[in-house]
């Protein structure tokens, strides 16, 4: 898996990639998938991982700083419906309050429809406007049309139309959208760089969305051209 995604990225020109573990539903795991995420970034420089834990967990601070800090991971996965919270959950702001203080971003994966109750817009709203210094990456540009255009919330592009993504390009501007595959579900790298290249943008607006973005929510310089994508893949352990 590791080898074809690496080998996939070269092919078209990608040169750094946000990858975390597959959630488990099993929360007592998340230690072995920071290891396991830890352990493929060392052996591949052109990964970022991301580290995952369950907010409710009495020992998720602990679990996160040291992911951070010891493992050197550089965000943080979140999955409110397979972890089970809602945004609006005391104890998930009571976590945020110590996320805020670590200077990460934050890639919560979730779909918006009028029945989930676990990505209600009232309630991200209410945390992205109350939280402004930690950065927020939404998959799919799910809810970017019902949730607030704050400075600290940002989409990928992931399975997404050419046309959401130049409307939600014109709406928001080329500063928040990130280039992301969600690989192996979706279709391979090409597909979704030959789709934000097609759009009806510059190219310094291409640029922005195919790598300019995310190197600067990580505080890295990139050369001109180099492609960072969001998240390709959410391994398995």
């Known amino acids: 898996m590791v080898d074809d995604l690496l080998e996939q990225s070269v092919s078209y020109g990608v040169s750094k990639i946000c990858v975390s573990p597959l959630i488990s539903s099993a929360r007592e795991e ?17 990964f970022e991982g991301f580290a995952v834990v369950h907010p409710f967990q009495k020992y998720a601070k602990g679990e996160l700083e040291r992911a951070i800090y010891d493992l050197e991971l550089k965000g943080l996965f979140l999955d ?14 009571d976590f945020l309050e110590f996320v805020k203080t670590l200077k990460i971003p934050v ?31 939404f998959p799919q540009a799910v809810g970017w049309d019902k949730v607030y255009s704050e400075e600290n919330v940002f989409y990928d592009t992931s399975h997404s139309s050419s046309d959401k993504l130049l409307e939600m390009v014109t709406e928001l501007g080329a500063d928040k959208v990130l280039f992301g595959s969600d690989f192996k579900y979706n279709f391979y790298p090409a597909y979704e760089i030959e789709k934000i290249q097609g759009l009806d943008l510059s190219e310094e607006e291409k ?14 310089s990139v050369e001109k051209g180099t492609r960072f994508s969001g998240f390709f893949k959410r391994f398995f352990r």
Not at 31 to 45: A, H, I, K, M, Q
Not at 209 to 219: D, T, V
């Open 80 to 93: 409110p419906e397979l972890q089970g919270f809602r945004f609006s959950d005391d104890r998930f702001w």
């Open 30 to 46: 998340y230690e072995g998938l920071n290891d396991f995420t830890s352990y493929v970034v060392r052996d591949n420089p052109c």
């Open 207 to 220: 640029e922005k969305i195919l790598g300019g973005n995310m190197a600067q929510l990580f505080g890295v």
């Open 107 to 137: 890639f919560v994966h979730c779909e918006y429809n009028s029945e989930n109750k676990f990505f209600v817009p009232e309630e991200v709203n209410e945390v992205i406007i109350s939280f402004p210094r930690v950065n927020f990456i």
